[in-house]
């Protein structure tokens, strides 16, 4: 893995990033989330949500082989490429894609929610839920003298979200969004919270009647009313 090279790619790239809206609505939001398999499989789900209606109205999987070693700062050269075939196979393309993982919150100012909003040139947030960069300051994180994320609490007792702007998306508009999908007693919002859900269960055991399940699901689920309470 040639970080030089990669390092050099992500500067450039870094000045494509934009941190305004740029979208005229947020009703169809999705999250995607990884989990692994196997030691050697990465497993990416994207939920798409109707933020008015709170129902599930399109979801997606992909599993693929693990190519690259982790490397902190290059999270996107070994989990994108998951996400974007599972982003592919959407029949309802989301209005802003919330991502396990951080925005401008980067030494390059460039984490994988930034740059995975430029490779599928859609709205994203980076939403992390440890401090791997930056300093906190009364709830503002800094780097570098400049303030790039916000800590935001979504649970009693539990430690902050640190959320960033991923890509046509501002700062103040990334915590909005977020708050607005918080649904007791879920830690992450909703729709990263349903991804992480059907990762993680996606990892242990592959469905064979993966489409049925599918149906069953979207048409079940009403917000939290008909989630299971443990998160």
Do not use: W
């Not at 996107?76 to 802003?96: C, G, M, Q, T, W």
């Not at 269960?201 to 149906?215: L, M, P, Y």
């Amino acid at each position: 893995m040639n970080t030089s090279r990669l390092r050099e790619e992500q500067l450039k790239l870094a000045e494509k990033v934009m941190t305004i809206d740029q979208f005229e609505q947020a009703r169809y939001i999705a999250g995607c989330d990884q989990a692994y398999k196997d030691n050697n499989k990465i497993i990416s789900v994207v939920v798409v949500m109707d933020s008015k209606t709170q129902k599930i109205v399109d979801r997606a999987e992909s599993e693929q082989f693990c190519r690259t070693p982790y490397l902190s700062g290059y999270l996107f050269y070994r989990e994108a490429p998951s996400v974007i075939e599972a982003f592919s196979k959407l029949n309802v393309k989301p209005d802003v894609l919330l991502v396990d993982a951080n925005g401008i919150l980067h030494p390059r100012r460039i984490g994988m929610a930034s740059q995975l909003g430029l490779a599928l040139d859609v709205p994203t947030i980076g939403i992390a839920k440890s401090l791997a960069f930056g300093k906190p300051r009364e709830g503002k994180i800094e780097l570098d003298k400049e303030i790039v994320a916000e800590e935001v609490i979504t649970k009693e007792f539990a430690n902050p979200l640190y959320v960033s702007p991923g890509h046509k998306v501002s700062l103040r508009t990334s915590i909005d969004i977020v708050k607005s999908l918080i649904m007791h007693p879920h830690k992450l919002p909703e729709p990263l919270h349903l991804a992480h859900r059907f990762a993680k269960k996606a990892s242990k055991t592959k469905n064979k009647d993966e489409s049925s399940d599918k149906e069953k699901e979207m048409d079940s689920y009403d917000g939290f009313s008909n989630m299971n309470p443990a998160s």
